[in-house]
């Protein structure tokens, strides 16, 4: 069933796996691409929102970024934890705090491979802003989180 963009939403959860204690960084970006993540108050209520997944059954949050239309976060899943639905809680909470919100359907996953550091992929996630011509520098941009920086 084509989504929003005519393409096959159902081929990002082809191979979807939830691995308890697996790092993934997740991609979730806004429904038509809407902006207004960078307002002060949405973004402190979709943070809010992301640490409240936090915890048993959640997730922990090593390192976020919350861009203009999407999210990019860092994640481990905990030990009884689904993928699908700790970003589905965090999706439909941060929709009730944010009225004006809405998600595109489904989001990207990787899972984070252990050779991979995990700083440094924490250091690429929050760099997004830089990269996209926001700021010059990391600690310009307001909307991001990491637990090494």
Same mark, same amino acid.
């Given at each position: 069933?084509?989504?929003?963009? %005519?393409?096959?939403?159902?081929?990002?959860?082809? %191979?979807?796996?939830? !691995?308890?204690?697996?790092i993934y960084? $997740?991609? !979730?970006?806004? *429904?038509?691409?809407?902006? %207004?993540? =960078?307002?002060?108050?949405?973004?402190?209520?979709? $943070?809010?929102?992301? @640490?409240?997944?936090?915890?048993?059954? %959640?997730?922990?949050?090593?390192?976020?970024?919350?861009?203009?239309?999407?999210?990019?976060?860092?994640?481990?899943?905990a030990p009884?934890?689904?993928?699908?639905?700790?970003?589905?809680?965090?999706?439909? @909470?941060?929709?009730?705090?944010?009225?004006?919100?809405?998600?595109? @359907?489904?989001? *990207?996953? *990787?899972?984070? @491979? *252990?050779?991979?550091?995990?700083?440094?992929?924490?250091?690429? !996630?929050?760099?997004?802003? =830089?990269?996209?011509?926001?700021?010059?520098?990391?600690?310009?941009?307001?909307?991001?989180?990491? =637990?090494?920086?």
């Amino acid at each position: 069933m084509p989504d929003e963009k %005519g393409q096959n939403g159902w081929r990002l959860r082809t %191979g979807r796996v939830s !691995i308890p204690g697996q790092i993934y960084s $997740i991609t !979730i970006v806004t *429904h038509g691409r809407w902006s %207004g993540l =960078v307002n002060w108050d949405v973004a402190r209520r979709v $943070i809010d929102c992301l @640490r409240e997944t936090e915890g048993p059954g %959640g997730t922990e949050t090593p390192a976020f970024c919350l861009m203009p239309d999407h999210l990019h976060w860092l994640m481990r899943l905990a030990p009884s934890g689904d993928l699908s639905c700790v970003v589905g809680r965090f999706k439909g @909470r941060s929709a009730r705090a944010v009225p004006m919100l809405r998600w595109q @359907r489904g989001f *990207h996953d *990787h899972a984070v @491979r *252990h050779d991979e550091e995990l700083p440094q992929v924490a250091r690429y !996630i929050v760099a997004n802003p =830089v990269r996209a011509g926001l700021v010059q520098r990391v600690g310009e941009y307001p909307y991001w989180d990491a =637990v090494w920086l």
